[in-house]
């Protein structure tokens, strides 16, 4: 249903109070929905409205004090609907990047044509779009809004942007090589460094230095036997003397061998040594690594004189079970340091004044041997004890005693016997007296036993009964005096006590 214009009947649509035949909405420039579609008046004076094209946007009513549109050319987008206080947008360019802010595909320009809308309302003082030539129309199709972006040629700043790039590039490049270089030349620094020869013969010190002998044997390469008891941390590293500091000296390397001095500080002594050292390949296929030679170890060597079974320590370690070495002294491997050889224990038969030991430095003349007195000498001496000679001296009375209890004019293995009797005669009750008895000295120990030598001799005389059968006479017979000796030696001592042998 449709109504005349200014029809009374249409409530909602109030009267134009000026009487210009426009009403409501209408004045305003707002369309109508519900109004009828009338044809453009025409009036005098106006132009007559241009063809239309499919696809062409009429344009905008124009109001009075409303500025005219910027002329339009061909495909040209359309302004974006503008709003009170907006910045209008800036001119565009063909085959300009889209504007940041959006995303892929999502371009403004780029996005497809709009159904027809109903044009809006213009705020004062806003530009609507007006094609030339072109009559004004209230209706038509409208374009998607233009970006509101400025675009910008991308031919004039395509060149700086491939200038400033490869400008980047170089710098980068050159700090690249820069830091290669400076990287080359400190990591070259650092290789020579932690390869050098030095290095090993450092470690080696240190490594003794801090009592730690496992340590320095892995890095010279020493193989340690089950003889090497003294080639411990425990040994070592309660040994008294030991390298304390040391100072490295030259360098010198000729082919495929380096030399390092060093000057060595050992308790109270400083000396100077010189370690040996052989290429031993390659360190990132660039630094020369070297292997240090085991230098000669000193030797701790000491001999017994006494059993062979004695127990013997050397820094606290039983060596008992070591065979001796064909000079028949016993032989150990030791690193720089001062070590005691003694008895095992207290002994109830044996005793010795310890060894000392010193291993100054390096080499097989490294080592001195020195007794309690300050004598040098390698062997252990095992005397007796008070306990030993008193039991050696009970085993020779023992002995004597034996002999003194013989009635037996020669008593089998005594050093005394009589001689002389008539084999007529009948001899009874013999005793042997031996006043004074022999005195005598157990020596040290010597091939393998304590010798029993006789100080003074003792005196001994037999007194027997003696009768004749033929004529029953009876009377008393007497064989000395005597000289009574005692030799013979002790071999050995057990818990019973000394074993003598006349």
């Known amino acids: 249903m449709s109504y005349p214009p200014n029809d009374g009947q249409q409530p909602w649509r109030p009267q134009n109070p000026e009487g210009d035949g426009q009403q409501g909405p209408a004045a305003a420039g707002v369309p109508d929905p519900y109004a009828q579609q009338q044809p453009n008046q025409q009036f005098p004076n106006q132009q007559s409205p241009a063809q239309q094209y499919p696809n062409q946007q009429s344009p905008a009513q124009q109001y009075p004090n409303q500025q005219s549109p910027a002329p339009q050319y061909p495909n040209q987008q359309p302004p974006a609907q503008q709003y009170p206080n907006q910045q209008p947008p800036a001119q565009q360019y063909p085959n300009q990047q889209p504007p940041t802010g959006y995303p892929a595909g999502s371009d403004p320009r780029s996005a497809p044509p709009q159904p027809p809308q109903q044009p809006t309302t213009a705020y004062p003082q806003q530009p609507t779009t007006a094609y030339p030539t072109q009559p004004y129309a209230m209706t038509g199709a409208q374009q998607p809004p233009s970006s509101p972006y400025p675009l910008t040629d991308p031919s004039l700043s395509q060149p700086r942007k491939k200038k400033r790039g490869r400008a980047a590039l170089w710098i980068s490049l050159v700090v690249v090589l820069v830091l290669l270089i400076a990287g080359g030349v400190v990591g070259g620094v650092l290789g020579t460094q932690a390869n050098a020869p030095e290095r090993e013969v450092e470690e080696y010190l240190t490594a003794l230095v801090d009592g730690d002998a496992e340590e320095a044997l892995a890095v010279s390469g020493d193989d340690v036997g089950d003889g090497d008891v003294l080639l411990t941390d425990d040994v070592y590293g309660d040994a008294e003397d030991r390298i304390t500091g040391y100072e490295l000296g030259e360098t010198t390397i000729t082919g495929d061998t ?43 060597s000491y001999s017994i004189e006494g059993p062979a079974e004695t127990a013997v320590t050397v820094a606290g370690v039983d060596t008992t079970a070591l065979e001796p070495a064909d000079s028949g002294s016993v032989e150990l491997r030791a690193l720089p340091g001062t070590y005691t050889v003694a008895l095992a224990s207290d002994d109830a038969f044996f005793t010795a004044e ?75 009750n013999c005793v042997w007296t031996l006043e004074p008895r022999p005195a005598f000295t157990i020596e040290e120990y010597a091939d393998g036993e304590w010798a029993v030598t006789t100080d003074s001799s003792g005196s001994a005389e037999l007194n027997c009964d003696v009768r004749d059968p033929g004529s029953g006479q009876t009377g008393t017979s007497t064989a000395g005096p005597m000289d009574v000796e005692v030799g013979g030696a002790i071999t050995g001592f057990t818990e019973d006590g000394a074993t003598y042998v006349p």
Not at 277 to 298: H, I, N
Not at 400 to 416: H, Y
Not at 418 to 428: L, S
């Open 258 to 300: 380096a030399e390092v001095a060093a000057t060595v500080s050992q308790g109270d002594e400083s000396y100077e040594t010189t370690f040996t050292l052989s290429k031993a390949g390659k360190a990132f296929v660039v630094f020369d690594t070297w292997r240090l030679q085991s230098p000669e170890l000193g030797v701790v």
């Open 354 to 428: 310890p060894i000392t030991v010193d291993v100054l430095g390096f080499g097989a003349d490294a080592a001195t041997a020195t007794t309690a007195d300050g004598a040098e000498s390698s062997t252990l001496v095992v005397t007796l004890t008070e306990g030993a000679v008193t039991a050696a001296t009970e085993a020779v009375d023992a002995y004597i005693d034996g002999c003194v209890a013989s009635t037996d004019f020669r008593p089998e293995g005594c050093p005394f016997s009589a001689r002389g009797e008539n084999p007529a005669y009948e001899y009874t």
